[in-house]
């Protein structure tokens, strides 16, 4: 068994209900072939970079799995096939995955998942009760935001790459800035030459 990252984007126009189907309709292709989904992130509607089939926005959708080659070869060929996806890729992450280790990071997400979902319901529960139960809400919203928190860091990476061009850019301004007084000098003299003859 190998293991897969496959992002595909699909057109901003769908609605929630047909993104979810096109979304599920890729889960069950690759649940078919016995591949093992580690993971699905739908990433929102973003800009694109440039003009693909004539629109500008597209929602871009990240599924992790493990499996066979198989699937990666009907995904691609339903994406070619599909109208709604607008671009894909797909990367192999490792050659060999161990299956029992792919059920316990499915385990492990599925976990980061329930207690995301659990605090929303219990605030619900909590707000109708007296004050004890806010206290307790606090320490709950804590873990709530430091998964965020620890997908952020990988944004500034990208930041610092695309500062990293900026300063090589404005060393070079400086020196053609030297070339100009240069320049500037000579005119200097060569007026300064012509005052002469012209005396």
Do not use: C
């Not at 979304?23 to 690759?30: A, G, H, L, R, S």
């Not at 871009?60 to 990666?72: K, P, R, T």
Request: net charge negative; no cysteine; hydrophobic share 25%.
């Amino acid at each position: 068994m190998r293991r897969y990252e496959t992002i595909f984007i699909s057109t901003a126009d769908l609605s929630s209900d047909e993104r979810d189907g096109v979304i599920e309709k890729y889960k069950k292709i690759i649940e078919d072939l016995d591949g093992r989904i580690v993971k699905v992130e739908n990433w929102g509607k973003r800009r694109l970079a440039y003009q693909i089939k004539k629109r500008r926005e597209g929602v871009y959708i990240l599924i992790d799995f493990g499996g066979e080659h198989a699937v990666i070869q009907e995904l691609e060929r339903n994406f070619k096939i599909d109208e709604r996806i607008l671009r894909y890729q797909s990367v192999k992450l490792s050659d060999k995955v161990d299956p029992e280790e792919l059920e316990r990071e499915i385990e492990e997400a599925r976990k980061k998942e329930t207690p995301a979902e659990a605090p929303p319901a219990e605030e619900k529960s909590e707000e109708t009760t007296d004050e004890v139960p806010p206290t307790e809400e606090k320490p709950e919203e804590t873990p709530a935001k430091v998964p965020p928190a620890e997908e952020k860091p990988e944004e500034p990476v990208s930041k610092e790459i695309a500062v990293e061009p900026e300063e090589p850019v404005s060393e070079e301004t400086t020196e053609p800035e030297t070339v100009p007084e240069e320049s500037t000098d000579e005119p200097e003299n060569e007026s300064s030459q012509e005052e002469k003859t012209g005396e």
